[in-house]
């Protein structure tokens, strides 16, 4: 892939034991060059439990040379030495992420449909920031009330060089307008890990590609 090419960005389900390991597998392996990021996001499990899910997940990653980023968590991803966190604005502040995490740590932030909230992340030294949900999500919360078009994507590339994610129900069959947005990455889960991943991430290499 290209500096200027649209990458996957994969979001864990919620149940990532069982057969998720292999799953993951599977996914990075039809997605090489295209998948770049994987976020552990497990909720309701303690910190012990949560780090013993993500060691066999990290490990995948680091075969595939795929960043490993915990979700909402700097305590874990500390603990885990990952290689980022991925922040919602109740989760901390991206200075503070960034003492704990060291300077080589991908530290991301959601701002829904601000522009305002993006540039606040920005400023504070965020690595990348997500917009969404762009469309209706099981995995972005209820609560956003506002839901962005691509035209941020655009007023953001056009102005910053941080890189951009789009998330929030995003499919092969409606990702177009937000690769051809900009968007660095698409943040996806449910259309990868409710079907066949492997075939899910090939259908998204065709339709970036197409777009």
């Known amino acids: 892939m290209t ?20 799953r993951l597998e599977r996914a990075l392996e039809a997605g090489k060059g295209l998948v770049t990021a994987f976020q552990f996001r497990v909720k309701g499990v303690d910190q012990h439990e949560a780090a013993r899910l993500a060691e066999p997940l990290m490990a995948i990653c680091a075969r595939h040379e795929v960043a490993f980023i915990v979700n909402d968590s700097v305590p874990l991803a500390n603990r ?9 604005q109740d989760d901390g502040d991206p200075k503070e992420a960034r003492e704990v ?35 209706e999500s099981t995995t972005k919360d209820k609560g ?7 035209g941020i994507i655009e007023w953001w590339v056009k102005i910053f060089e941080i890189p ?44 970036i590609e197409a777009a």
Not at 82 to 88: I, P, T, W
Not at 144 to 150: E, F, H, K, L
């Open 144 to 150: 956003d009330a506002q839901r962005p078009t691509p």
């Open 101 to 135: 995490l060291g300077r080589d740590a991908q530290i991301g932030v959601t701002c829904h449909a601000s522009r305002h909230l993006a540039m606040e992340a920005g400023e504070a030294g965020a690595d990348y920031v997500a917009f969404g949900a762009f469309y």
């Open 3 to 22: 500096d200027v090419s649209t990458q996957l960005y994969l979001i864990s389900p919620a149940q990532v034991d069982g057969d998720f390991p292999t």
């Open 80 to 88: 885990l030495k990952a290689d980022g966190v991925h922040l919602g």
């Open 164 to 207: 951009v994610v789009a998330i929030g129900g995003i499919t092969p069959d409606n990702c177009a307008p937000l690769v051809k947005a900009g968007a660095d990455f698409l943040a996806v889960s449910g259309s990868v890990w409710n079907g066949d991943e492997a075939a899910a991430v090939k259908a998204f290499a065709e339709a």
